[in-house]
């Protein structure tokens, strides 16, 4: 089990708009539609953002959306704001009931 | 509203086994139709799947870690542990327990506040 493929870090300015890609293999995130994602700010326990690639749990802002095409899944972010800056984990179910995560991205709001 | 919360030592030496517990509050993990798991994260680096159990105890383990990880739960104290053998400065991290989400549903909807453990001599 190999860790999920994100870029280290992304960065926008208020008000626009980022894409963060995952990208797996057919045997996680191209074989199954759970994949989730996680918001982390500096020492604190993870937030879900997105579940099962498109679902957004209750209380979570409409600015995020989950999508995936393929191998590939992306969380994109509208309407960057200050509180947006955190590390992204991106999550796959992986076969045999197993699950795996993202190296991580961080986003910062310039 | 339900609460999670990671407990025991912060220091383990090298070797030896790390033993955690994950109190849940404001439900309860054997009258509900849900996974709890352990995800663990090293300093400065990204998180870790280690394993979750239903409270029947069926587990699922991340194969890397699993010939030294054992997930049990005890339902009369609402509670699920983690015990980690053989350990070295590599498993040091903050862990947390989770919830999955509903019918084996794999994401974690809940987490607790996370636990450092070091392992040092």
């Known amino acids: 089990q190999s860790a999920l493929t994100q870029p280290a870090s992304v960065s926008g300015s208020p008000g626009q708009s980022i894409t963060i890609p995952c990208t797996g293999t057919?045997?996680?995130?191209?074989?199954?539609?759970?994949v989730s994602w996680y918001q982390q700010h500096p020492g604190k326990a993870p937030k879900l953002m997105i579940y099962?690639?498109?679902y957004r749990p209750s209380g979570v802002s409409n600015r995020f959306a989950g999508s995936k095409s393929g191998n590939t899944a992306s969380l994109t972010i509208s309407g960057l704001q200050a509180e947006d800056e955190a590390d992204y984990y991106c999550?796959?179910?992986?076969?045999?009931?197993?699950?795996?995560f993202g190296v991580g991205t961080k986003l910062t709001v310039l | 509203q339900l609460q999670l919360q990671e407990s025991g030592p912060g220091l383990v030496k090298p070797s030896e086994t790390l033993s955690l517990t994950c109190t849940v509050s404001?439900?309860?993990?054997?009258?509900?139709?849900?996974?709890w798991g352990w995800i663990r994260q090293p300093p400065g680096k990204g998180l870790e799947w280690i394993g979750t159990?239903?409270?029947?105890?069926?587990?699922h383990y991340n194969p890397s870690l699993k010939s030294r990880v054992t997930i049990s739960v005890d339902t009369s104290k609402n509670q699920f542990s983690l015990n980690l053998n053989s350990v070295t400065a590599a498993d040091t991290a903050v862990y947390y327990c989770?919830?999955?989400?509903?019918?084996?549903?794999?994401?974690?909807?809940?987490w607790g506040q996370g636990t450092l453990v070091t392992v040092s001599s």
């Open positions: 404001g439900g309860s993990i054997g009258s509900s139709n849900y996974y």
């Open positions: 989770a919830r999955r989400g509903p019918s084996g549903s794999p994401y974690f909807d809940y």
């Open positions: 099962e690639v498109s």
């Open positions: 057919s045997s996680d995130v191209g074989g199954y539609n759970y």
């Open positions: 159990i239903y409270y029947s105890g069926t587990t």
């Open positions: 999550s796959s179910y992986a076969s045999s009931s197993t699950l795996i």
